[in-house]
């Protein structure tokens, strides 16, 4: 009976060798063949120029990724980077290929929907805005309104020189007071035109001081008692 286990022992172990190998081989090569929505990057853009109207911001991927690998494709794991770099004012393709888009290790991009992307972009210009508190409601009975302060009173915008050139102003995202009967501080955002941004600061500060009215009757008493 040993003498049968040792007999060829060589080639047993071989054999086990080549198995082993065989089964790495297989689990290894065990792959997904999926599509998800990639994240449009747009990079390489000058301060002369701005994108305008609406750029797209997704793209379909076709993926194959090892089983190791599927658990790290989670949302804006997968991003195409679109270069806008020597692009010039008015309408311009920019295209989209395999090894422009970003993926986690384990995964190869197999195919980009679509791979051409049509870009708009116009000149762009500076401006420094005023801001106009926007309110929202009435506060409570018997109480007013005495004073709005927003803090920066003003910012810089960026946007193509047609959309801003002449502008002055710029709304805050109204501001909520009704049935308030005390100051009303908020943090808020700026109602922008459609492709223009701040340049430095994101949100403002929107200070509503809201105080009791002593109701006219009772000031003509106290008039009257004098």
């Known amino acids: 009976m040993l003498r049968r286990l040792v007999a060829n022992w060589e080639l047993k172990i071989l054999s086990v060798v080549i198995a082993f190998a065989l089964w790495l081989v297989v689990a290894g090569s065990g792959k997904s063949q999926l599509a998800t929505p990639g994240v449009v990057e747009y990079t390489g853009l000058g301060n002369e120029l701005v ?27 997968v991003r195409a980077r679109v270069n806008l770099a020597g692009m010039r004012e008015g309408e311009n393709i920019a295209i989209l290929s395999a090894d422009l888009v970003e993926v986690p290790p384990g995964v190869t991009v197999r195919r980009v929907t679509p791979n051409r992307l049509q870009v708009t972009l116009a000149a762009a210009v500076a401006k420094t805005l005023q801001v106009v508190p926007q309110i929202r409601g009435a506060p409570e009975p018997d109480h007013a ?28 995202v109204p501001v909520d007071i009704a049935g308030r009967r005390d100051t009303v501080s908020q ?11 701040l340049t430095d600061q994101r949100k403002v500060q929107v200070t509503v001081e809201i105080k009791s009215e002593e109701p006219m009757g009772g000031r003509r008493r106290e008039g009257a008692a004098r």
Do not use: C, F, K, N
């Open 145 to 172: 309104i005495h004073r709005v302060t927003v803090e920066p009173a003003t910012v810089q915008v960026r946007g193509p020189r047609s959309t801003i050139e002449g502008r002055t102003t710029v709304e805050t």
């Open 187 to 197: 943090s808020v955002g700026l109602a922008l035109p459609e492709s223009v941004y």
């Open 51 to 77: 994108l305008v109207g609406r750029p797209r911001d997704s793209v379909q991927v076709e993926l194959e990724a090892t089983r190791w690998a599927v658990a790290r494709l989670t949302p804006g794991a």
